[in-house]
């Protein structure tokens, strides 16, 4: 029963990334249409970069994760995917930090990340 919990909660947490992804990825759309009218070209650029991989490795990951999350192999890759995406995070914050843009709140998108790192590690070991 604990493995047959531990694959639910990752197969949720892999859906909450896999739409975080695509929440993402609008996000993205909808800053290129806007244009870079309110910012420098460095920080819409490094902005643009930070988004579209996140989006891109969050899609990844959580379809991974829905898709072969019940193999050794799969929570491999969900592993260092859930990597990539906590350090996007990181960068992201250390990024606002030096352009004096940081709030205390933004540490609280490593949460699906590291969730998703957590559950990747327990459904792997169900797997050994």
Known sequence: MQNKTKNIFFKIISGLVLIQGVLQLLNLLGLVGYGRTTTSATKFY?????????????????YTGLKDGNTQEGCKRCFYVSLVLIAITIATIILNVVFKAYSVTQFEALIIPVLFMLFTILNGRKNL
């Open 46 to 62: 490094l902005g643009l970069v930070l988004i579209g991989g996140y989006a891109v490795a969050a899609m990844v990951g959580g």
